[in-house]
């Protein structure tokens, strides 16, 4: 039985044979998604799973960016049993329960920004977004929103609209949400502009503020412009960190044209940069806060937290049935509270850990073009050389299919990232451990 706290993934032959099995009926029975590995798992402590042929790995992937307390955390299953032999569900938009109010205090209370706030609760990160667009709109009167080029923002057809980070999550799904217009992300490493960002900084950003204000002059009324959204830290677009008073410049032009920030922390937030919000990194406060994933360590819950002078004015004008599920937010409750009793401050300390071991990597290895992220949120980025910094998709995924049959599971990001995004609970050995494999597998595909 696996603890969490092991120190080495062990894995003797993948996938096995009860695995395959698996893997073929989920083939015939469940829709086409995103299958990145033929990991089956059995068990899940911490960062360690077991699968169902008895191998042992290190999730690297969080669930895709959902488990930062670890997988099954004690205090977080207590929450959840109280909670289940109290009641299981009660329509909490249109009755009432004592959880989900005693949540959206507190989610008011830890996102950033003095002012009064009300939460809407959805289920998935593209309900929170949904929910952004329909607030902005209704508050406003206003039509528009600009994206970034890179963003992902969810696959439902309004936050479609704004997602431009894979052609495939749009071929053959037009018409989109109309009104959004999408911008460059100042990324350091490779932008439209030909800058290097990493050391012209301000030129970068002043390239992109400069481009939506000649958006504002030729063909998008600014006074007709609901929302941008942002994402501090791209996620699905290749954990792209934009210069550090990129924000700050764009928070002035909002401002100046009365459009709101919407920070979109569904992959960011809940610990995984080492702040509770990856936009504290940032210095500015966004008017509306969406989140997901980690906020309830696995069961289906989302929120978006915005001012309340922008709350709907009509009852039914947006509404669910099941956001705001008592036992999601008794899990929200207590995720927080594992988080900030030390989970997040562990993140910033091994988040210091990869990053030296991956820089180290970068320099070593020609294939790695940028090292780059914050806290437990990094990505490299695999490219055919550092000076033509031309993608190499088949080598990235070779590298992660061999981490795989080590022991360790990843995902791509971007065009040719390699995301590593850990439960915050992982400890220096297991970090180490995992590096390690990674330089392995990065060896063994060169060789």
Known sequence: MITGNESKPNVKNVPGELAKEIIEKDSKFIANTTKASPAVVKNAKGIVFEDVDGN??????????????????????EAIKNQIERFLHFAGTDFYYDVQVKLAEKLCEITPGDFDKKVYYG???????????????????????IAFIGAFHGRTMGALGLTASKVV??????????????????????????????????????????????????????????????????????????????????????????????DDEIQAGFGRTGKMWAIEHFGIVPHVITTAKAIASGLPLSACIYPAENDFRIKGAHSTTFGGNPVSC???????????????????????????????MKDKYEIIGDARGIGLMQAIEIVKDKKSKKIDKKTRDEIVEKAFRKGLLLLGCGESGIRFIPPLCINDEQINSAMDIVEEAIKETLS
């Open 56 to 77: 042992t790995f290190f999730d690297f992937t969080s669930g895709v960016g959902v488990v930062n307390t670890g997988h099954s955390h004690p205090k977080i299953v």
């Open 123 to 145: 289920n998935s990160g593209a309900e929170a977004v949904e929910a952004a667009i329909k607030m902005a709109r209704w508050s406003t009167g206003k039509k528009f929103f």
């Open 169 to 262: 999550h749009k071929q053959k799904f037009f018409p989109w949400m109309p009104g959004v217009v999408h911008v460059p992300y100042p990324n350091p490493y490779r932008n439209p502009f030909g800058i290097d960002g990493y050391e012209e900084p301000n030129e970068l950003v002043n390239s992109v503020i400069n481009y939506i204000e000649n958006l504002f002059q030729h063909f998008l009324p600014s006074d007709e412009t609901a929302a941008i959204f942002i994402e501090p830290i791209q996620g699905e677009g290749g954990y792209i960190v934009p210069p550090k008073n990129f924000f700050k410049e764009l928070f002035k032009l909002a401002n100046e044209n009365g459009i709101l920030i919407v």
């Open 330 to 360: 008794a899990s929200s409750l207590a995720t927080i509270e594992v988080l900030e009793n030390g989970l997040i401050k562990n993140a910033e300390k091994q988040g210091k850990i990869m990053a030296s071991r991956l820089n180290e």
